[in-house]
């Protein structure tokens, strides 16, 4: 995850573009989130949108307030798998004059959605693997 995270990082530092808030996707994106928000010193918030292991809708209104409240900000999650959690948030972007880009720790090539920042690329259409990471349950 460390090293997935100083790619971001460094990603960022040369796109010549900081956000001016970092919003995590709950749960997975939120150990990233915080950790690189320490990491360029900017703050963090948590977007609740968990599509595979919950019933509940998907909670955006920090996306809402931070559209209102910023120019510029970073949705970052662990894995772009499908894409559905980052489109899902992208189409309910009301504000059109934001500068919003998205990091992932690993980003899936065959994923419908593509990401500005990754960590580590793989492509499922050819290793359909599950990836565990650290913070969930085996």
């Avoid at 790619?7 to 796109?15: D, G, L, R």
């Avoid at 809402?64 to 309910?92: C, M, R, V």
């Avoid at 880009?101 to 419908?112: C, E, G, H, K, M």
Wanted: proline share 4%; charged share 25%.
């Amino acid at each position: 995850m460390k090293t997935a995270l100083s790619k971001i990082t460094k990603q960022i530092y040369n796109s010549n573009w900081m956000p001016e808030i970092i919003l995590s996707v709950n749960r997975g994106g939120c150990v990233p989130g915080i950790y690189l928000s320490h990491e360029i010193n900017i703050p963090h918030k948590v977007i609740d949108v968990q599509l595979r292991d919950s019933k509940n809708k998907p909670n955006l209104d920090i996306l809402e307030y931070s559209t209102n409240k910023y120019d510029s900000i970073l949705i970052i999650d662990d894995i772009n798998d499908t894409g559905a959690t980052f489109d899902l948030i992208h189409k309910n972007i009301k504000a059109t004059n934001k500068d919003i880009r998205y990091a992932v720790l690993i980003d899936n090539t065959s994923s419908n959605f593509k990401t500005q920042f990754k960590g580590t690329i793989i492509d499922k259409s050819k290793n359909p693997i599950w990836i565990v990471f650290p913070w969930e349950k085996n």
